[in-house]
């Protein structure tokens, strides 16, 4: 095994992936810009700056296993393959919501864990879950890293170790059916190589959620992911016909027929399971031919509230773009959704219509789209906001960073609901949020988008921006507890697209009832019966 | 509660419900036609007629549960809605399966339940699982009594009696949400009520499979079902959003949001579980503008693999009609979609492709589904084998009354795979049904369609025509089992629309996997921990 403590972030000795992101920071940071010179200028107005660079990486606390199950963790996927170095801990101790960014610029590591176990295959996978019981480790599967809502945050007390479970090394287009057009993908592969070797094939996936680029096809799965083509391409889960799972009771194949009648569907009950039930293993997903064309404009709307009209006039009517997006008021007025515009000054609500597909296909839905939202009031600003947005489309994590610098506290918190408690819920969500940091002193910023729309409903995806202050965390957690339980009052989800974790465990329960609590227990205690699975995640 | 088995069958003294079946037959028998004489012809060709009217009506075995229940049952939903007379319970032994209607017309009733309970309300419902357990009655819940699979033969062994608990008074349209376009359903509503219910706003749920006349919301969510305008409308399990539920622990509501993230879709474990898990006392569904323009027409292909693919081209391009279904060689020859063309001649496959919306959409869809097909070779043949279709689209299962009179068995089974796997699927089922029925003697005809498309694979749908011979039943039932055994090695769905029920159980293992039927048990168990609700349905 691996003990260079002295191995830089992302070295070959590590094993690192080439799209491992900072420990404390999101993504590259050689990707990173500075915060640009105008939003400088708007958050000194609005917060001051207080610049606050990160902690120097600390040490971690001492590996807490002993050198036998080391040496049986080297026995089942390779001594090459179990690390204990400081830089692989560090990278896998909590995801990357901002609270965990905070902690980890603190230096508070106390959550890593004991060591990074790299399978290499589905029965490596299997053997690894064979130890944890053995030896009662707890085991967090990890993908991308990219969890904002503490889903790598597993409990360990009363377990001997935890380990971090990496599954990069699964990593292969196992198979293509282009008749049936599916692809089975294994669950280490990150958004863009899934991408890459699907369009070998002149194949794609088209699933780009904000994390993309360093998310994995496993985490997707495991968490519901809904891409910011969902309009199009549908969710992750809308994706899948197929699962391969390890489980400590052994290994379970789902996925018989596109759908079926033959009892509940149990491949819904594996999506979205965040690590709690099994260990995904392979995916396999309906894929689509590369869209030949993509084209990507903006149009204006008045108000938030004409343009959610549009918005479900379109999913209602079956006239749906590729990608569509709304920004509110205030969203639209900081140019979030086009970070080349930040500083300029924008009216109304921005809405972002994407097409992709064929020449012919986009020709036609353009065309109807456009019809619509004409007749609907909207008014066109042609292509240049549409290529602004798709510029920057996986960009904002990069500014939380810029923003966490100069000591702006940003995070992002999401809902769905239907469309006639759209209005009450944008309302009393932002309420809570003002409330709660307390507006009025003009020390929160509380913008909103709509990115996934549904005949029934919509998401509303919220991003707040206020000054850190001198206890952030704690801040923001009086926060989004505001936040979460208007959410739960107004009988909203708790996750549109983020998942459960850690961080929405105490509120599930208020979305699925007692009943619903107690079913994912049962399961959870059938296929994972000493509880190893990432416990203390998801299941109340 | 009523005991006067005097009482003719529908007449209000046993509470009867307008679409209430007739014991032995399918449907309304008033509605039934005689054999046609052509294909009475060609039945005579190729089994020879053995006129065999079915048993007159015999007794039922004396009701197994004492005065002391029956009377708490009444406390609780009301002396009038407790029912012991014969045709009640005659009506409510077993569903409507080829072998149900062999065991009825033979005189078999020896699944009648003991007591057909009518509940009013959920609480209604809660009251009785609550003294199904205080007492350990098996509790079968009856909507519409067309299952197919064995759904409503539950086990009755080690219980102290079995109950039908029919939902009929459960009828109401409780709530219209015309800016989500939802609708709440209750479980008791037929289809063409629910129907009639919604269009009194303006609104349809467009599922009509060819039990819609009679079967329920309650059974069309507990079963999958999914209904011949399938392309346009989705499966019903596609249009469920919400879902409240009566278990022996209690009430269970689900659905916060069109789709979402926290956590696995736990109404996709309610959708499919065929009572075994609670009853399901509302349903809120996705509903449509009804549509106001309505054409079928017709295709003809050379081949059914010709025609397959031309399906295939439609679901993957995104250019689905609303009702899309081709008959194989056989089944064209036949005209069985065209019940008006019987005994007339016809060659090759016959498509039927149906459009349903605005007169816009009409136009703009049908014009892009025509340009696919005639690009693909298909011949169209105008509208009227589509009016023929529609006009006999509910009428198969009188038919085989019909047949069944004469000393033919007609039945039918269906099943589900991807596109790449179709033609070997067919091949194998169909063989599997030749080869157990000696179609070398001339004795079977199999016959297949296509109703239902993904982007990822379809449908296959097969009607056997056989002579009944001197043991129907074991006959049918061993070339049944060699069809499961074929689906299964073949890695497809041992039902695409039918359920599981007691019939596929024994298979269901193959398709899930034992931990699939592990996860099963646990969830049944912890819902219904003593196992009062559909004993010996679906879980393996």
Same mark, same amino acid.
């Given at each position: 095994?691996?003990?260079?403590?002295?191995?830089?972030?992302?070295?070959?000795?590590?094993?690192? !992936?080439?799209?491992?992101?900072?420990?404390?920071?999101?993504?590259?940071?050689?990707?990173?810009?500075?915060?640009?010179?105008?939003?400088?200028?708007?958050?000194?107005?609005?917060?001051?700056?207080?610049?606050?660079?990160?902690?120097?990486?600390?040490?971690?606390?001492?590996?807490?296993?002993?050198?036998?199950?080391?040496?049986?963790?080297?026995?089942?996927?390779?001594?090459?393959?179990?690390?204990?170095?400081?830089?692989?801990?560090?990278?896998?101790?909590?995801?990357?919501? /901002?609270?965990?960014?905070?902690?980890?610029?603190?230096?508070?590591?106390?959550?890593?864990?004991?060591?990074? &176990? +790299?399978?290499?295959?589905?029965?490596?996978?299997? %053997?690894?879950?064979?130890?944890?019981?053995?030896?009662?480790?707890?085991?967090?599967?990890? =993908?991308?890293?990219?969890?904002?809502?503490?889903?790598?945050?597993?409990?360990?007390? =009363?377990?001997?170790?935890?380990?971090?479970?990496?599954?990069?090394?699964?990593?292969?287009?196992?198979?293509?059916?282009?008749?049936?057009?599916?692809?089975?993908?294994?669950?280490?592969?990150? %958004?863009?190589?899934?991408?890459?070797?699907? *369009?070998?094939?002149?194949?794609?996936?088209?699933?780009?959620?904000?994390?993309?680029?360093?998310?994995?096809?496993?985490?997707?799965?495991?968490?519901?992911?809904?891409?910011?083509? $969902?309009?199009?391409?549908?969710?992750?889960?809308?994706?899948?016909?197929?699962? +391969?799972?390890?489980?400590?009771?052994?290994?379970?194949?789902?996925?018989?027929?596109?759908?079926?009648?033959?009892?509940?569907?149990?491949?819904?009950?594996?999506?979205?399971?965040?690590?709690?039930?099994?260990?995904?293993? *392979?995916?396999?997903?309906?894929?689509?031919?590369?869209?030949?064309?993509?084209? #990507?404009?903006?149009?204006?709307?008045? $108000?938030?509230?004409?343009?959610?009209?549009?918005?479900?006039?379109?999913?209602?009517?079956? /006239?749906?773009?590729?990608?569509?997006?709304?920004?509110?008021?205030?969203?639209?007025?900081?140019?979030?959704?086009?970070?080349?515009?930040?500083?300029?000054?924008?009216?109304?609500?921005?809405?972002?219509?994407?097409?992709?597909?064929?020449?012919?296909?986009?020709?036609?839905?353009?065309?109807?789209?456009?019809?619509?939202?004409?007749?609907?009031?909207?008014?066109?600003?042609?292509?240049?906001?549409?290529?602004?947005?798709? !510029?920057?489309?996986?960009?904002?994590?990069?500014?939380?960073?810029?923003?966490?610098?100069?000591?702006?506290?940003?995070?992002?918190?999401?809902?769905?609901?239907?469309?006639?408690?759209?209005?009450?819920? #944008?309302?009393?969500?932002?309420?809570?949020?003002?409330?709660?940091?307390?507006?009025?002193?003009? $020390?929160?910023?509380?913008?909103?988008?709509?990115?996934?729309? #549904?005949?029934?409903?919509?998401?509303? #995806?919220?991003? &707040?921006?206020?000054?850190?202050?001198?206890?952030?965390?704690?801040?923001?957690?009086?926060?989004?507890?505001?936040?979460?339980?208007?959410?739960?009052?107004?009988?909203?989800?708790?996750?549109?697209?983020?998942?459960?974790?850690?961080?929405?465990?105490?509120?599930?329960?208020?979305?699925?009832?007692?009943?619903?609590?107690?079913?994912? +227990?049962?399961?959870?205690?059938?296929?994972?019966?000493?509880?190893?699975?990432?416990?203390?995640?998801?299941?109340?």
């Amino acid at each position: 095994m691996t003990h260079d403590t002295a191995a830089p972030h992302g070295s070959p000795s590590t094993g690192a !992936h080439p799209r491992e992101m900072h420990p404390q920071r999101w993504g590259d940071p050689a990707a990173a810009t500075a915060l640009p010179e105008a939003a400088r200028g708007l958050v000194e107005l609005a917060f001051g700056l207080h610049e606050t660079p990160a902690a120097a990486e600390v040490e971690l606390p001492p590996v807490g296993l002993g050198d036998d199950v080391l040496a049986a963790l080297a026995d089942v996927v390779g001594p090459d393959h179990v690390h204990v170095d400081d830089a692989s801990r560090r990278l896998r101790t909590r995801g990357k919501s /901002t609270p965990d960014l905070l902690r980890a610029r603190a230096g508070d590591l106390a959550d890593a864990p004991d060591a990074v &176990v +790299r399978p290499g295959s589905h029965d490596e996978v299997a %053997g690894v879950l064979a130890l944890a019981v053995e030896h009662h480790l707890a085991v967090v599967p990890f =993908g991308g890293g990219t969890c904002v809502t503490g889903g790598l945050a597993a409990r360990r007390d =009363g377990f001997a170790g935890l380990v971090s479970l990496d599954l990069v090394r699964l990593d292969a287009l196992l198979e293509v059916d282009e008749v049936s057009m599916t692809a089975t993908l294994e669950p280490g592969l990150r %958004g863009p190589e899934a991408e890459a070797l699907l *369009a070998e094939h002149g194949l794609c996936l088209g699933h780009y959620p904000q994390s993309f680029e360093h998310a994995s096809i496993g985490g997707f799965a495991a968490t519901r992911s809904s891409g910011q083509s $969902s309009a199009g391409y549908g969710r992750f889960d809308q994706m899948v016909v197929g699962l +391969r799972v390890a489980t400590p009771r052994g290994e379970w194949r789902l996925g018989s027929s596109p759908a079926n009648a033959a009892g509940p569907d149990l491949r819904q009950l594996v999506l979205g399971s965040e690590g709690a039930f099994g260990v995904i293993t *392979a995916v396999t997903v309906r894929v689509r031919r590369l869209p030949e064309v993509k084209v #990507y404009e903006g149009w204006r709307w008045g $108000s938030f509230v004409e343009g959610a009209a549009a918005m479900r006039t379109l999913a209602q009517s079956g /006239t749906l773009p590729t990608v569509l997006r709304l920004s509110d008021e205030a969203e639209t007025g900081l140019n979030l959704a086009r970070p080349d515009a930040i500083g300029e000054e924008s009216t109304g609500c921005l809405m972002i219509v994407g097409h992709e597909g064929t020449p012919a296909q986009v020709e036609s839905r353009r065309a109807a789209v456009t019809e619509v939202l004409t007749g609907l009031g909207g008014t066109p600003l042609g292509e240049e906001p549409g290529a602004s947005w798709a !510029h920057g489309r996986f960009h904002a994590p990069y500014l939380r960073d810029s923003m966490l610098d100069v000591g702006v506290l940003v995070e992002t918190l999401e809902t769905a609901t239907f469309w006639s408690k759209v209005d009450a819920l #944008y309302a009393d969500v932002r309420g809570a949020l003002e409330r709660e940091l307390g507006v009025e002193g003009g $020390s929160a910023i509380v913008l909103c988008h709509i990115s996934h729309v #549904y005949e029934t409903g919509c998401s509303l #995806y919220f991003t &707040v921006a206020t000054s850190a202050g001198e206890a952030p965390i704690e801040r923001w957690g009086r926060a989004k507890a505001a936040a979460n339980d208007a959410i739960v009052a107004d009988g909203a989800t708790i996750s549109h697209h983020h998942a459960v974790g850690t961080d929405h465990r105490p509120w599930l329960g208020a979305e699925i009832g007692d009943l619903g609590a107690s079913v994912l +227990r049962a399961v959870k205690a059938d296929l994972d019966p000493t509880g190893v699975l990432n416990p203390g995640v998801l299941v109340p």
